[in-house]
């Protein structure tokens, strides 16, 4: 856990870990002298150096700004913590390759399979979602500023149905807070995706619940787009009353 009274050069410094200063400082563009004089407090970084500097460490740009360690470093020893921290940013350094569209669609697919069907869903969810988070969020961050199209849209559309799984699991787990911000991504992912039946889909699925809202499962569909046949997961809806 990071101090709360730390300031952003030894916050940097405590993310950076074993990794080398002169490795790190030429991945974000700037040189070892000047890491070194912006962790020993000689020089305060620029607001794209510092935003440059959180992604590469695999941290949002709040836990090196914040007079308080985010609350989701706070608590490391529950599923719901560190698929929380994955969301607001915790996860792969920028420079790691972003697992393939293709690998995360089946993982994805494998994880909506378990919580439909296994009996121990709560137990395997826990097992494989917070890597699972973590892996796409670094995947679409890398995808929205890269010049592949084709993978950016495959890699939004997993996002959005692993988003939408999020919310039901941490609705389930009483993190409501956490539950409205997969809903949210859920809906933007599958908009900018490019694909219109996906997103009409989501926008359904994943409105913040309450008693009497539609329970999501996942279905598979094929549609016309650009001239040829894209296979992709959507989501459909089976209306009746929850239970608590």
Known sequence: ????????????????????????????????????????GLKVPSLPILYA?????????????????????????????????????YGPARSTTPVAASTLRDRVEAAWKSWQTDGDRFAKAAEHLPGLVADVEHAVRTAR?????????????????????????????????????????????AEDADVPSAFGAHAVACRPASRGDPVVIVGQVSHQSNGGMIKAACLRTAFRFLRS
């Not at 940097?12 to 890491?35: C, K, N, T």
């Not at 941490?170 to 993190?175: A, F, H, I, Q, V």
Request: charged content about 25%; hydrophobic content about 40%; proline content about 4%.
């Open 145 to 189: 500023t890269g010049t592949d199209a084709a993978e950016r849209r495959a890699v939004l559309r997993a996002s959005a149905d692993l988003y939408c799984l999020l919310r039901s699991y941490l609705r389930r787990t009483g993190r409501v807070d956490l539950a409205t911000i997969a809903a949210d991504r859920a809906m933007h992912a």
């Open 1 to 40: 856990m990071v101090a709360a009274d730390l300031p952003i050069g030894d916050r940097i410094r405590h993310y950076r870990g074993g990794r080398r200063q002169d490795a790190v400082a030429g991945l974000v563009g700037i040189s070892p002298d000047y890491l070194s004089q912006i962790e020993r």
């Open 53 to 89: 500097l959180a992604r590469e460490l695999g941290v949002p740009t709040a836990a090196l700004l914040s007079e308080q360690p985010p609350a989701e470093e706070q608590t490391t020893d529950s599923a719901e913590a560190a698929v929380g921290r994955a969301l607001l940013g």
